[in-house]
């Protein structure tokens, strides 16, 4: 699977648009982009799925540009309950390929 | 409906001593995973089945560790001879099948004394 690059940790207002990004450069054709978040002491949470179309969901929006390069996922209005590390994944959909967690986004929600 | 369920939620047991650790999937998914993840980094892939075969053992650290899914539903993840390295928070992950979207349950975590 490609690999993701994000940043360590961010910062953001609550009420504000949480804008995380993610750099996946050696994406292939075949593999999609998802987003989980893991909230302090609990199990990853899925968050959204896609493959170049931009998707919306009641959690999230996740934006991915035309050449698949990189994606940004959007909480339209981060409330202090979306403090997390949020990770980026780039996952083939062809027969039981495990998830890879890079180190992902330590967002910071403030009030 | 009811998420990925695992239990026991904490586990504290001595070195040397055999650990179990159960994940109930959600209903109906054939497919089930395990991860193990260490303070402060992402979870890390040990094994999945499909049904009750282990389609892919490559994450298990050593011969220490193993799993099984005999009705394919309920999966047990042993470790025997417990190391303090061991020592970690173990995540199990269901899917409607090998393609889909998987989900988390809240983890288990051990410690070895």
């Known amino acids: 699977d490609a690999k993701t690059t994000q940043p360590p940790s961010m910062d953001c207002a609550e009420g504000r648009a949480a804008n995380l990004p993610c750099n996946h450069s050696t994406i292939s054709g075949n593999e999609y982009v998802y987003w989980y978040r893991q909230i302090h002491s609990q199990g990853p949470q899925y968050i959204i799925h896609?493959?170049?179309n931009n998707e919306t969901n009641e959690m999230a929006s996740l934006i991915i540009t035309e050449d698949r390069k990189s994606s940004t996922l959007i909480l339209p209005h981060a409330t202090l309950r979306d403090t997390a590390v949020y990770y980026c994944?780039?996952?083939?959909?062809?027969?039981?390929?495990?998830?890879?967690f890079g180190g992902g986004t330590r967002l910071m929600v403030k009030p | 409906g009811a998420g990925v369920s695992q239990t026991p939620s904490n586990k504290v047991t001595e070195k040397g001593k055999y650990v179990e650790l159960r994940c109930d999937p959600i209903s109906g998914h054939t497919a089930l995973y395990w991860y193990r993840q260490s303070l402060g980094q992402g979870p890390e892939f040990l094994i999945y089945?499909?049904?009750?075969?282990?389609?892919?053992d490559s994450g298990l650290p050593n011969d220490r560790f193993f799993a099984v899914r005999p009705e394919g539903s309920v999966s047990t993840l042993k470790i025997q001879r417990t190391e303090r390295g061991d020592s970690a928070v173990y995540l199990c992950a269901s899917s409607v099948n090998l393609q889909e979207t998987q989900y988390f349950g809240p983890g288990t975590r051990l410690l070895v004394l």
């Open positions: 089945f499909q049904g009750t075969g282990a389609a892919d």
């Open positions: 994944i780039v996952r083939a959909y062809n027969a039981g390929n495990m998830l890879t």
């Open positions: 896609g493959l170049k």
